[in-house]
């Protein structure tokens, strides 16, 4: 069988599709799907632009096939903002100057923000072992890390408020996908 | 000092770190880069390239390509030539072949293309073509290149390996000065071949509608404009005509000089679009994209100072062997062919110089200058850098004081340099002054001295550099013989905001912000109310892209100036609306005030709409302009960089432990934007100082080619930057501008180098050629008698 | 970078795998992280007709502590390894190897079983492996057996492991009180392999002398290299500077490095003496609880 009928949920959207089983989940995210945030870099799974988080893990969706993507659940860059807010992490890059080209910026990203669902108070040292696998040409750096500090102190700061009148801090998105 | 800004927050001119206008779209994920783009039918495209760096084809067998699923199509150089499109002229006048009709020369060089309804059907074709090959001997060493004898790369061309001689400054004075001198000091520097792998690669969407008979042309290109007068002058003899063509940049994820040379496979996908009326995406990937785009250095140099026994400089001399590959496709202005590489006197005060430069081709991809040089003001700089350190190591003088005594003095500017060079203003001294300050040298020094008790290997590396940037006045600067002018196009609506097209084009340098912030300067409409576009060449007025440094200090000078004669039709306007003289009116950013009458004013959102609804009878209507504006000269931004490194006697492994950056790019326009310029310039000045290079074996197979072995610095090789500034206005720009996209690629290496051969003077070590790897230092080590 | 055609199939159990990869000889491999095999495809290096996914077959995740040893399964991460407890205080050496492997994007997907499976020399843990005298369970179509890592590794590229096998489980001894482990790797970025990388477990007897030591070194040699001469060297010695500077020689001498852009042979032979010293000792402050098993 070299085509298969796959079911991924993708920002909280559910999509079938019947694929090529050498179909790149990139691939799919790009084209069958018109998501186009997420980029290719290379092609030796080295530089991460094309990082996504499928069940809560970020993943080089390059060095994955979609039939592998069946039955899970896959956040790309387009569903970090919700209901026209910000996630913390878009703010935090545009706050510091975090991105230049915005090439590698998805990818960078995704990662930032699943670093921050396990870690809201990482050291420079953790960040920057966690961007470790995202490779940036244009900004050196200094500005992204400042970027996910920033928004670390955003997430922290509204885990401490009371939510009003029942509404959900902005910044925390849907749980997953 | 750094000014306090003229304008409020809310207006955002010079000065304010105003956030940047562009980034919604990109942290959204909402950027439209070449592979983004889809077409109704369009068609893919892949190429089928040689494992061999120089053979002859014997044959092309495209029947197993044509049998694959989905592929349409396999296009020859026999095919193009058809056309007269096998073959294109190089941005420095040589040819290059789009594809080949009988022999290739480089590794990866493109070979045969094939199109497919999709792009996995398009790599299929590419695994299906057999091309049969007579292997020939490579040409590898630049040296044996330009021997007699030698196997010639270009037949088509020339009898000789040897492409062009190239001088600059005195040689006579230079030897008198040799001669006199107390001692001279010598250092044979290779500079290696590196290539600039922004993160997106290269690529095109090519669409030709038959029905209008228009090329439309999405393509990573820093030069639209000169891309798309290219393609109507080789292309035009089968109809392409330029009003009919189109090049559109769209966003751009890096481009670095990577993306201003025109690419054999843009060439071949706009001839296919032509021929099939289709359009035809290529995007390369990220191995094609080392193996065969341009490259950037490759310099062979032999330098040498003469010195007076006080340390005082008195000459300098250069020779060096420019490796090009298969030909000469560097982007430099005709009349330098090795780029503004005579500025290599640098920061110094020195009376005689003499640069010599000769160009060899070699079985290699052509090139080169790409990767964020200013036109080889990274080798220059890196020579006489280094050179500098060399001489005051065997004067056993400090390094930064060797660097004092021989700068050029605030009040020796503009200054006339031994190659011909007016630099327009500086104040080297305070520079450094202010890095030695912000890194506490003189603590540094202390600790190195007790660390080297302790047989501990630290060092400290200093570079004081001049950049040369902003080309550049039509006298003596042309590509191709375009001039490198550079425009701007702003127009006020009757509602006070303002649309500003430039011929520049970003690739992530910010110009939707900072040019924004431009006319906000100048006529007080707050920046978040202009929209800046660049990049269509249908919109956008002529320009000669952006590249080395040139967008602030040419465009960005063109958008003063159109904005200035804005403000002079509006002071007319406002004239008129207060029924005063134009003499009697006022101008603070935003409005035009009746001088000793506060309260009769006019604001540019008032004079806009005048501009449109009661404009003065015998004028015009509207409020817009446009300025070409041909720079005086150059300019010459500057810097001091300071940085510590500790190295592993064990391993040899070398870490930055420190590095300060104190740049000088005259007045500036966003601090915000022009530090991030700054850190992406010494993360692209450290990767090559310790990380990068791409070599060929002697057979001449590439080593390098992929990202496993072409290392590119991650977070976690990358040291925090610090940054410190001053501010020497240029005197010429109408902003006091300079520029500073590629100070800290230039100024960072040789602050690397500098500070790792410091570690190791003293165990007899003159010089290490980057890129400084762990092998290298180890090897040193072990000969020294040194180790774990 | 595009793969060539394949088949795919996914089966929910082991023994349907088995019979996957029994059925089509060679021609089909395993499927799990896919973190080097799918690199492989891309470049069309490798071309199986058929990969066998073995990522939904249940129960085949766990890390723990049974019957005297850590076992971890077939689809357990190395991202699960760095954030297991019990790796982290009680395997340092698996710890800190599992931490350099690739880029932590790459190590959320990519398994323990497959970096052992793969038989690239440059891969981390089979050195780790033979230093922890580890031991892994093959899976084919006439049942379990098992092999140990010492065993395992039999050429470049080439593992004892048959094409209709699984590599399920890898089973390591739990360490006895007085253990201590390290794992240091020059690498010359994160996400490049070895220049050369050395791998130990030291157990100290009551006197503090040798009791057992395992040295492993990576991509020095067509496998991981196990330094059996360090080893019976140190035997029922004072693990100190200068029983350490003689076992870091014999670790050399034992490296069959080929010379590559990290290096000449004679550089990963240093690499390899000085990473081995390095190693030994930082293994020696570790069981003598000197530092904490995180700590240098």
């Given at each position: 069988m070299?085509?298969?009928n796959?079911?991924v949920t993708?920002?909280?959207q559910?999509?079938?599709?019947?694929?090529?089983?050498r179909?790149?989940?990139?691939?799919?995210i790009?084209?069958n799907?018109?998501?186009?945030?997420?980029?290719?870099?290379?092609?030796?799974?080295?530089?991460?632009?094309c990082?996504?988080?499928?069940?809560?893990?970020?993943?080089k969706?390059?060095?994955?096939?979609?039939?592998q993507?069946?039955?899970?659940?896959?956040?790309?860059?387009?569903?970090?903002?919700v209901a026209?807010?910000l996630?913390?992490?878009q703010?935090?890059f545009?706050?510091?100057?975090?991105?230049?080209?915005?090439?590698?910026?998805?990818?960078?990203?995704?990662?930032?923000t699943?670093?921050?669902?396990?870690?809201?108070?990482?050291?420079?040292a953790?960040?920057?072992?966690?961007i470790?696998?995202?490779?940036?040409?244009?900004t050196?750096?200094?500005?992204?890390?400042?970027?996910?500090?920033?928004?670390?102190?955003?997430?922290?700061?509204?885990?401490?408020e009371?939510?009003?009148?029942?509404?959900a801090?902005?910044?925390k998105?849907?749980a997953t996908? | 000092?750094?000014?306090?800004?003229?304008?409020?927050?809310?207006?955002?001119?010079?000065g304010?770190?105003?956030?940047?206008k562009e980034?919604?779209?990109?942290?959204?994920?909402?950027?439209?880069?070449?592979?983004?783009?889809?077409?109704?039918?369009m068609?893919?495209m892949?190429?089928?390239?040689?494992p061999?760096?120089?053979a002859k084809?014997?044959?092309?067998?495209?029947?197993?390509a044509?049998?694959t699923?989905?592929?349409?199509?396999?296009?020859?150089?026999?095919d193009?030539?058809?056309?007269?499109?096998?073959m294109m002229?190089?941005l420095?006048?040589?040819t290059?072949?789009?594809?080949?009709?009988d022999?290739?020369?480089?590794?990866?060089q493109?070979?045969?293309?094939?199109?497919?309804?999709?792009?996995?059907?398009?790599?299929?074709?590419?695994?299906a073509?057999d091309?049969?090959?007579?292997?020939?001997?490579?040409?590898?060493?630049?040296?044996?290149?330009?021997e007699p004898g030698?196997?010639?790369?270009?037949?088509d061309?020339?009898?000789?390996?040897?492409?062009?001689?190239?001088?600059?400054?005195?040689k006579?004075a230079?030897?008198?000065?040799?001669?006199?001198?107390?001692?001279?000091?010598?250092?044979?520097?290779?500079?290696p071949?590196?290539?600039?792998?922004?993160i997106?690669t290269c690529?095109c969407v090519?669409?030709?509608?038959?029905?209008?008979?228009q090329?439309?042309?999405?393509m990573?290109?820093?030069?639209?404009?000169?891309?798309?007068?290219v393609?109507?002058?080789?292309?035009?003899?089968?109809?392409?005509?330029?009003?009919?063509i189109?090049?559109?940049?769209?966003?751009i994820g890096?481009?670095?000089?990577?993306?201003?040379?025109?690419?054999p496979?843009?060439?071949?996908?706009?001839?296919v679009?032509f021929?099939?009326?289709?359009?035809?995406?290529?995007?390369?990937?990220?191995?094609?994209?080392?193996?065969?785009?341009?490259?950037?250095?490759?310099?062979?140099?032999?330098?040498?100072?003469?010195?007076?026994?006080?340390?005082?400089?008195?000459?300098?001399?250069?020779?060096?062997?420019?490796d090009?590959g298969?030909a000469?496709?560097?982007?430099?202005?005709?009349?330098f062919?090795?780029?503004l590489?005579?500025?290599?006197?640098?920061?110094?005060?020195?009376g005689?110089?003499?640069?010599?430069v000769?160009?060899?081709?070699?079985?290699k991809?052509?090139g080169?200058?790409?990767?964020?040089?200013?036109?080889?003001?990274?080798?220059?700089?890196?020579?006489?850098?280094?050179l500098?350190?060399?001489?005051a190591h065997?004067?056993?003088?400090?390094?930064a004081?060797?660097?004092?005594?021989?700068?050029?003095?605030?009040?020796?500017f503009?200054?006339k340099s031994?190659?011909g060079w007016?630099y327009d203003?500086?104040?080297?001294?305070?520079?450094?002054?202010?890095?030695?300050?912000?890194?506490?040298?003189?603590?540094?020094?202390?600790?190195?001295?007790e660390?080297r008790?302790?047989?501990?290997l630290?060092?400290?590396?200093i570079?004081?550099?001049?950049?040369i940037?902003?080309?550049?006045?039509?006298?003596?600067?042309?590509?191709?013989?375009l001039?490198m002018?550079?425009?701007?196009?702003?127009?006020i609506?009757?509602t006070?905001k303002?649309?500003a097209r430039f011929?520049?084009?970003?690739?992530?340098?910010?110009?939707?912000?900072?040019?924004?912030q431009?006319?906000?300067?100048e006529l007080?409409?707050p920046a978040?109310?202009?929209?800046?576009?660049e990049?269509?060449?249908?919109t956008?007025?002529?320009?000669?892209?952006?590249?080395?440094?040139?967008?602030?200090?040419?465009?960005?000078?063109a958008?003063?100036m159109?904005?200035?004669?804005?403000?002079?039709?509006?002071?007319?306007?406002?004239?008129?609306l207060?029924?005063?003289?134009?003499e009697?009116?006022?101008?603070?950013p935003?409005k035009?005030t009746?001088?000793g009458?506060?309260d009769?004013?006019?604001?540019?959102?008032?004079i806009a709409?005048?501009?449109?609804?009661?404009?003065?009878?015998?004028?015009?209507?509207?409020?817009?302009?446009?300025s070409?504006?041909?720079?005086?000269n150059?300019?010459?931004p500057?810097?001091?960089?300071?940085c510590v490194?500790?190295?592993?006697?064990?391993?040899?492994d070398?870490?930055?432990r420190?590095?300060?950056?104190v740049?000088?790019?005259g007045?500036?326009?966003?601090?915000m934007?022009?530090?991030?310029?700054?850190?992406?310039g010494?993360?692209q000045?450290?990767?090559?100082?310790?990380?990068?290079?791409?070599q060929y074996d002697?057979?001449?197979n590439?080593?390098?080619?992929?990202?496993m072995?072409?290392l590119l610095?991650?977070a976690?090789e990358?040291?925090?930057?610090?940054?410190?500034?001053?501010?020497?206005?240029?005197p010429?720009?109408?902003?006091?501008?300079?520029?500073v996209?590629?100070?800290?690629?230039?100024?960072?290496?040789?602050?690397?180098?500098?500070?790792?051969?410091d570690?190791?003077w003293?165990?007899?070590?003159?010089?290490?050629?980057?890129?400084?790897?762990?092998f290298?230092v180890?090897?040193?080590?072990r000969?020294?008698?040194?180790?774990? | 970078m595009?793969?060539?055609?394949?088949?795919?199939?996914?089966p929910?159990?082991?023994?349907d795998?088995?019979?996957?990869?029994?059925?089509?000889?060679?021609e089909?491999?395993?499927?799990?992280?896919?973190?080097?095999?799918i690199?492989?495809l891309?470049?069309?290096?490798?071309?199986?007709t058929?990969?066998?996914?073995?990522?939904r077959?249940d129960?085949?995740e766990?890390?723990?502590?049974?019957d005297?040893?850590?076992?971890?399964?077939a689809?357990a991460?190395?991202a699960?390894?760095?954030?297991?407890?019990i790796v982290?205080?009680?395997?340092?050496?698996?710890?800190?190897t599992a931490?350099?492997?690739?880029?932590?994007i790459?190590?959320?997907?990519?398994?323990?079983?497959?970096?052992?499976a793969?038989?690239?020399?440059?891969?981390?843990h089979?050195?780790?492996?033979?230093?922890?005298?580890?031991?892994?369970?093959?899976?084919?179509?006439?049942?379990?057996?098992?092999v140990?890592a010492r065993?395992?590794?039999?050429?470049?590229?080439?593992?004892?492991l048959e094409p209709?096998?699984i590599?399920?489980?890898?089973v390591i001894?739990t360490?006895?009180p007085?253990?201590?482990?390290?794992?240091?790797?020059?690498?010359?970025?994160?996400g490049?392999?070895?220049?050369?990388?050395v791998?130990?477990?030291?157990?100290?007897?009551?006197?503090?002398?040798?009791?057992r030591?395992?040295?492993?070194?990576?991509?020095?040699?067509p496998?991981?290299?196990?330094?059996?001469?360090a080893e019976?060297?140190?035997?029922?010695?004072?693990?100190?500077?200068?029983t350490?500077?003689?076992?870091?020689?014999?670790?050399a001498?034992?490296?069959?490095?080929?010379?590559?852009?990290?290096?000449?042979?004679?550089y990963k032979?240093?690499v390899?003496?000085v990473?081995?010293s390095?190693?030994?000792t930082l293994?020696?402050?570790?069981?003598r609880?000197?530092?904490?098993?995180?700590?240098?």
């Amino acid at each position: 069988m070299s085509t298969h009928n796959i079911t991924v949920t993708v920002n909280g959207q559910t999509h079938s599709a019947e694929v090529e089983s050498r179909l790149l989940l990139v691939h799919f995210i790009r084209e069958n799907l018109r998501l186009t945030g997420t980029h290719i870099g290379c092609d030796t799974s080295h530089c991460g632009a094309c990082t996504v988080i499928v069940d809560g893990r970020p993943v080089k969706s390059c060095t994955m096939f979609a039939v592998q993507a069946d039955g899970r659940a896959v956040r790309t860059v387009e569903g970090l903002e919700v209901a026209g807010a910000l996630h913390p992490v878009q703010a935090g890059f545009k706050e510091e100057h975090g991105l230049q080209c915005g090439y590698c910026t998805p990818g960078m990203m995704m990662t930032a923000t699943a670093l921050l669902e396990s870690n809201t108070s990482p050291t420079e040292a953790e960040i920057r072992q966690a961007i470790s696998g995202n490779l940036c040409r244009c900004t050196g750096y200094t500005n992204i890390v400042k970027a996910i500090q920033h928004a670390a102190a955003t997430i922290r700061a509204t885990k401490t408020e009371t939510p009003a009148r029942g509404v959900a801090p902005a910044g925390k998105s849907a749980a997953t996908a | 000092m750094i000014q306090e800004p003229r304008t409020t927050p809310e207006v955002g001119g010079m000065g304010h770190s105003m956030k940047r206008k562009e980034d919604g779209r990109f942290i959204r994920g909402k950027g439209n880069y070449v592979d983004d783009i889809v077409l109704p039918d369009m068609l893919y495209m892949d190429i089928v390239r040689t494992p061999y760096p120089h053979a002859k084809i014997l044959n092309i067998d495209t029947s197993r390509a044509l049998a694959t699923p989905g592929v349409l199509a396999v296009i020859t150089g026999r095919d193009l030539e058809k056309y007269n499109l096998h073959m294109m002229p190089t941005l420095m006048s040589d040819t290059q072949m789009v594809l080949p009709t009988d022999r290739v020369v480089y590794q990866s060089q493109e070979v045969a293309a094939v199109i497919a309804t999709s792009r996995y059907a398009a790599a299929d074709g590419v695994a299906a073509v057999d091309v049969d090959y007579e292997p020939l001997p490579p040409v590898v060493d630049p040296y044996k290149a330009i021997e007699p004898g030698a196997t010639l790369v270009r037949p088509d061309r020339k009898d000789t390996n040897h492409i062009w001689h190239w001088e600059a400054g005195n040689k006579d004075a230079t030897e008198q000065v040799f001669r006199d001198a107390d001692l001279t000091v010598s250092e044979h520097i290779y500079i290696p071949r590196i290539h600039v792998a922004s993160i997106e690669t290269c690529g095109c969407v090519a669409s030709y509608d038959k029905a209008r008979e228009q090329l439309t042309v999405y393509m990573t290109t820093q030069a639209p404009h000169a891309v798309r007068t290219v393609v109507a002058l080789v292309a035009g003899h089968v109809g392409l005509s330029e009003e009919r063509i189109r090049i559109i940049s769209p966003d751009i994820g890096g481009g670095f000089g990577g993306k201003v040379p025109v690419y054999p496979g843009y060439v071949v996908a706009i001839a296919v679009s032509f021929l099939l009326g289709k359009p035809i995406k290529w995007i390369e990937d990220r191995m094609e994209n080392l193996q065969a785009d341009s490259f950037a250095r490759d310099y062979h140099i032999d330098a040498e100072l003469a010195l007076k026994k006080d340390g005082t400089i008195t000459g300098l001399r250069v020779k060096t062997l420019a490796d090009h590959g298969c030909a000469d496709a560097a982007a430099n202005p005709s009349k330098f062919p090795a780029g503004l590489y005579s500025i290599v006197t640098g920061s110094y005060d020195i009376g005689a110089a003499h640069v010599a430069v000769d160009a060899a081709y070699t079985t290699k991809p052509p090139g080169g200058v790409a990767y964020r040089c200013s036109f080889r003001v990274t080798e220059a700089v890196h020579a006489i850098e280094r050179l500098a350190d060399i001489a005051a190591h065997e004067l056993k003088m400090d390094p930064a004081e060797f660097r004092l005594k021989n700068f050029i003095k605030p009040e020796q500017f503009p200054y006339k340099s031994a190659t011909g060079w007016t630099y327009d203003s500086g104040n080297y001294k305070a520079a450094l002054e202010l890095a030695m300050q912000k890194i506490n040298y003189a603590e540094l020094r202390r600790e190195q001295l007790e660390k080297r008790a302790r047989g501990e290997l630290m060092g400290i590396g200093i570079s004081s550099f001049t950049e040369i940037v902003g080309a550049g006045p039509s006298h003596t600067f042309d590509i191709l013989g375009l001039k490198m002018f550079d425009s701007a196009e702003i127009r006020i609506h009757p509602t006070g905001k303002a649309i500003a097209r430039f011929g520049t084009k970003s690739q992530g340098q910010g110009h939707e912000t900072t040019y924004a912030q431009i006319v906000a300067e100048e006529l007080g409409i707050p920046a978040a109310h202009v929209q800046v576009e660049e990049g269509d060449t249908d919109t956008a007025p002529y320009g000669l892209g952006t590249y080395a440094s040139r967008s602030t200090p040419v465009a960005g000078a063109a958008g003063a100036m159109a904005a200035r004669k804005i403000r002079d039709k509006a002071r007319k306007i406002a004239a008129y609306l207060l029924e005063a003289s134009e003499e009697d009116l006022e101008w603070t950013p935003g409005k035009f005030t009746v001088r000793g009458s506060p309260d009769r004013s006019k604001t540019i959102q008032e004079i806009a709409f005048a501009a449109y609804t009661n404009h003065p009878q015998g004028m015009e209507a509207g409020l817009e302009a446009v300025s070409y504006y041909d720079p005086p000269n150059l300019t010459f931004p500057f810097g001091s960089y300071i940085c510590v490194v500790d190295i592993d006697k064990g391993t040899g492994d070398v870490k930055v432990r420190r590095f300060v950056a104190v740049d000088d790019c005259g007045n500036i326009i966003n601090p915000m934007i022009v530090d991030g310029q700054i850190h992406g310039g010494l993360a692209q000045g450290l990767a090559p100082a310790l990380f990068e290079e791409i070599q060929y074996d002697e057979n001449g197979n590439i080593q390098g080619g992929s990202f496993m072995d072409y290392l590119l610095p991650t977070a976690m090789e990358t040291p925090n930057w610090e940054l410190g500034k001053t501010v020497t206005p240029s005197p010429h720009h109408p902003l006091g501008a300079k520029g500073v996209g590629e100070s800290a690629t230039v100024g960072a290496p040789p602050a690397i180098a500098n500070a790792v051969v410091d570690a190791l003077w003293h165990l007899g070590v003159r010089h290490v050629d980057i890129p400084i790897t762990p092998f290298k230092v180890w090897k040193i080590l072990r000969e020294k008698g040194v180790s774990e | 970078m595009i793969p060539a055609r394949f088949d795919y199939v996914a089966p929910s159990t082991l023994d349907d795998a088995v019979t996957l990869l029994r059925e089509h000889g060679g021609e089909a491999k395993v499927l799990s992280g896919g973190q080097s095999l799918i690199p492989m495809l891309k470049l069309r290096l490798a071309a199986p007709t058929v990969l066998v996914d073995i990522t939904r077959i249940d129960g085949l995740e766990y890390i723990e502590e049974r019957d005297g040893a850590l076992r971890i399964g077939a689809l357990a991460r190395e991202a699960d390894l760095e954030q297991s407890p019990i790796v982290r205080d009680r395997y340092p050496l698996l710890y800190d190897t599992a931490r350099v492997i690739a880029d932590p994007i790459v190590r959320n997907s990519a398994t323990i079983c497959g970096n052992v499976a793969h038989g690239d020399p440059g891969n981390d843990h089979p050195a780790t492996m033979i230093a922890l005298d580890a031991s892994f369970v093959l899976h084919g179509p006439n049942g379990t057996r098992t092999v140990a890592a010492r065993d395992f590794f039999v050429g470049l590229f080439t593992t004892v492991l048959e094409p209709d096998e699984i590599l399920t489980e890898v089973v390591i001894p739990t360490p006895p009180p007085r253990s201590g482990g390290a794992y240091l790797k020059l690498e010359r970025k994160v996400g490049d392999f070895a220049t050369a990388a050395v791998a130990v477990q030291v157990t100290l007897d009551g006197n503090g002398n040798c009791q057992r030591v395992g040295i492993g070194l990576t991509n020095v040699g067509p496998t991981p290299i196990h330094v059996t001469s360090a080893e019976a060297f140190l035997q029922d010695k004072p693990v100190d500077t200068a029983t350490i500077a003689e076992a870091a020689s014999l670790a050399a001498s034992a490296a069959e490095p080929v010379a590559d852009r990290r290096g000449s042979e004679d550089y990963k032979r240093d690499v390899i003496r000085v990473l081995t010293s390095r190693a030994l000792t930082l293994a020696g402050r570790r069981a003598r609880g000197e530092t904490s098993n995180r700590g240098s």
